[in-house]
């Protein structure tokens, strides 16, 4: 290999990518730790701690990409690979390559997959997103403020339990996270039970579309826009501004010298609405104590994300009497780094007092990066309908294919290539179900599905998961849930490797081989 691509689009060669998996793997802690220590030694700074550059989302964060597969070059380099030329995305890569091979004396090419923006094009930019973002928010509360505050009226002078949630257009009545709960509760419990929504649709017509529906919802909504005030907005777009006078700590992982990376993403203006979103969760609580509501117990669907961590600091400084729980409903995969508390995290009050997780087997994992963090078990309310009698299966003949596509856009379109160049090749018995998630429901179809739409042995699907699960044979998965909910059932099941390195596979160890398998390299 001559080549190696350290971009996190680029594809790993797939006689590399098992290196890859194994070398994210034994870097987790020391990642983990080389954050902790940052965060340390900024004292625990909330604009630091509620930004992308600290979140540790290999989602939002191309950070610990980048660190594995700088690591993981450094090591065939060391075995003697030929590396002659690296591909890099961005200054601030270029710089770190460039000062190993000055302290290795590695004569190292670096090619730059980026155009440099000039200085007028970034000021331009910066404006750009920060007013964007502002506009956006902005928007959002006065289409709020338009419309009845029926959530503020209703909380009465009883303690309320405030749950955090995730929301999208046609999940406001039907609940993705909390499935069932509220069926579970009594009349007087269900009346001092609010929802506290975080909308995740960023354009002016789906969230006032989904401003009208949390309205008129016969369930109780808590909307932050319906106690902050419009200065509390400029007084957060301040905040916002003033994260570049944020000195970062010099950071080193296995010999190569990160600052550059980090001090990347904490200046990047696309990511300010991640910040100015959870500044306002932090803004609100304050508001909540002052509108003199009480709050018995604060619940967050736990990602660890940085909206949370700005409700969790919030509840921990304005209502320090409050228990707050973290429900992790759901596996959590080994490289998904930011779904492990860490104890900085912890020490400075960005995560829950207690998490509760699906089961006993799950208490461990969770307290990995942080020994001293509670945990308990709750109830797994988004799979109960694993616990439903199976309906019986009419005869037939063939074998169904179930292929759960995955949430992100490159991903689908990576499987869904995968799949159509293959579909040739397969058993005219064959049948391939496709079952697109929820949330990519809004985008279109990507071009990858046309060839496959024609093929009379395919199907787009919008029938329930459960029931198309009870049909199928085997299914076919790359990140998601629906991985354990097919092995519950008894479903063999593949889930496929990601071509750019991070895999966020999260069948635990310990389930047998024989029903599953990762696809890696074939």
């Not at 109780?220 to 916002?240: A, G, P």
């Not at 991985?483 to 519950?488: F, H, K």
Request: proline residues 7%.
């Amino acid at each position: 290999m001559t080549r190696f691509d350290l971009s996190p689009k680029g594809k790993i060669p797939a006689e590399y990518r098992r290196d890859f998996i194994r070398c994210a793997r034994d870097l987790r802690g020391d990642f983990n730790t080389l954050v902790d220590r940052l965060t340390t030694g900024l004292n625990g700074r909330l604009d630091w701690l509620l930004s992308i550059a600290s979140s540790r989302n290999p989602f939002l964060s191309p950070i610990f990409h980048h660190a594995v597969s700088l690591v993981l070059m450094s090591r065939l380099v060391e075995k003697g690979e030929p590396i002659e030329e690296v591909i890099v995305d961005s200054e601030s890569m270029m710089v770190v390559v460039d000062g190993w091979c000055r302290q290795t004396n590695r004569p190292v090419k670096i090619r730059p997959a980026f155009a440099k923006p000039r200085r007028g094009f970034r000021i331009f930019w910066f404006l750009y997103q920060f007013f964007g973002h502002a506009f956006i928010v902005l928007w959002t509360f006065l289409s709020a403020r338009r419309t009845k505050k029926k959530a503020a009226a209703g909380c009465g002078d009883k303690p309320i339990t405030l749950v955090y949630t995730f929301l999208t257009p046609g999940y406001v009545d039907k609940d993705r996270y909390y499935t069932g709960l509220e069926a579970h509760l009594d009349e007087e419990t269900r009346r001092t039970v609010f929802f506290y929504p975080a909308i995740t649709v960023g354009s002016v017509r789906k969230i006032s579309t989904l401003l009208r529906e949390i309205r008129t919802s016969p369930r109780n909504f808590l909307l932050k826009e319906d106690f902050l005030k419009l200065s509390d907005y400029f007084r957060i777009f301040l905040v916002c501004l003033r994260i570049r006078t944020i000195r970062i700590p010099k950071a080193i992982i296995h010999g190569f010298d990160v600052t550059p990376l980090f001090k990347d993403e904490l200046f990047n203006p696309e990511y300010l609405g991640y910040l100015i979103g959870s500044l306002l969760n932090h803004r609100f609580v304050y508001r909540l104590k002052q509108n003199g509501v009480p709050v018995r117990l604060a619940v967050n669907w736990f990602e660890n994300q940085v909206g949370e961590k700005g409700w969790n600091a919030g509840f921990g400084e304005h209502y320090p009497g409050t228990p707050r729980i973290g429900y992790q409903g759901y596996l959590i995969p080994p490289l998904y780094l930011s779904l492990y508390p860490t104890e900085a995290e912890k020490k400075f009050g960005v995560v829950p007092d207690r998490i509760a997780v699906l089961g006993k087997g799950e208490l461990d994992p969770v307290r990995e990066f942080c020994p001293q963090i509670a945990v308990t078990t709750a109830p797994a309310f988004r799979f109960q309908h694993l616990f439903e009698r199976k309906r019986q299966r009419p005869p037939r003949n063939g074998f169904t294919i179930l292929v759960a596509l995955p949430l992100h856009a490159p991903d689908e379109r990576y499987v869904l290539g995968i799949l159509s160049a293959i579909r040739t090749e397969l058993p005219e018995k064959i049948r391939l179900i496709f079952k697109r998630h929820p949330v990519a429901l809004s985008r279109e179809l990507p071009s990858e599905a046309i060839s496959l739409g024609t093929d009379p042995r395919t199907e787009f699907s919008a029938e329930n998961f459960n029931r198309l699960l009870e049909d199928s044979d085997l299914v076919i998965s790359m990140v998601s849930s629906v991985g354990m909910e097919s092995l519950a059932r008894g479903v063999p099941l593949i889930v496929i490797a990601s071509p750019t390195g991070l895999t966020f596979n999260s069948i635990p160890e310990r389930i047998r081989s024989d029903i599953w398998t990762l696809c890696i390299d074939a």
